[in-house]
């Protein structure tokens, strides 16, 4: 990089983006999941950056898998199973297909803690 080349590009206002979750390179933009902030409520969103045109942007996801992602936001663990999403058509939130179900024969659980009880 050149002395003083770096400039600003503008900035994603009103994003938090969870650094709990992998980012992933796909059609020249950077992507996470992020939370966006509004004046009267928030929501579950896909944060983007655009190399090309230097720009925020978002991609809604679809009403069913919010639940899902606040779970996983808030460290909750899932013990009905959980589903994956495939966009068909590149930024078109009408596109998202629920494409499998993942639900386990028996339901998942985490023990709390262990008890001697021969004491």
Not at 28 to 37: D, L
Not at 111 to 117: D, E, F, R
Request: proline share 3%.
């Amino acid at each position: 990089l050149a002395t003083n080349s770096w400039r600003t590009i503008g900035n994603n206002d009103g994003y938090y983006a969870n650094d709990k979750f992998s980012s992933a390179f796909l059609n020249g933009a950077v992507h996470w999941f992020a939370s966006k902030t509004g004046e009267e409520s928030s929501a579950n969103v896909v944060m983007l950056f655009d190399f090309d045109s230097e720009k925020f942007g978002e991609i809604m996801l679809p009403i069913e898998s919010l639940a899902l992602i606040v779970c996983s936001i808030s460290n909750l663990r899932l013990i009905e199973g959980c589903y994956i999403w495939v966009m068909r058509e590149y930024g078109m939130v009408e596109s998202w297909t629920k494409q499998y179900s993942i639900v386990p024969e028996e339901r998942i659980v985490r023990p709390l803690g262990i008890v001697n009880n021969s004491d």
